[in-house]
């Protein structure tokens, strides 16, 4: 776990990014979206995010093992110190503790930033994001049934 960097994502990662958020989009609910980005789309959303809130990759010897992210939670000015975040770890480096750490860092980052409040919604079931969310602080504040289609 040692080898693992978490960093600020940069446009060298879209590929990367695009590649683990595929399965997401193809072969869960959770995501919401019905196809998945290109590398193409997805490099603006990140340099978007970056730019005023955070994007990061862990990174582990050169290969993008996941990404967490925060951006603008509602529109109205009201809103304006609160973010929405994702986490999304690649199949093959789930369960070693990385996107607690990209969460964490996330945090920090965001918080040096000037936010101070985090949701994150979760596709239910999904007991793996349940569980991280929880294990860095989230706490359940309700329930959007049947929101999706």
């Not at 979206?33 to 990174?59: I, Q």
Request: proline share 5%.
């Amino acid at each position: 776990m040692d080898e693992v960097v978490i960093r600020s994502a940069g446009r060298k990662d879209a590929a990367a990014v695009a590649a683990i958020y595929r399965p997401i989009v193809t072969d869960t609910v959770i995501s919401f979206e019905l196809e998945p980005p290109t590398a193409e789309e997805m490099s603006p959303r990140m340099e978007r995010a970056g730019e005023s809130h955070a994007w990061l990759v862990a990174d582990d010897g050169g290969a993008i093992a996941g990404y967490a992210y925060g951006t603008p939670h509602r529109p109205r000015a009201a809103y304006q110190y609160a973010v929405e975040t994702s986490a999304y770890i690649h199949g093959d480096f789930r369960g070693r503790g990385i996107a607690g750490r990209l969460y964490e860092q996330l945090s920090r980052d965001l918080a040096g930033k000037g936010y101070f409040h985090a949701f994150a919604g979760i596709t239910l079931p999904n007991d793996a994001s349940v569980a991280l969310h929880k294990s860095v602080g989230f706490t359940s504040i309700g329930c959007f049934p049947r929101v999706g289609c």
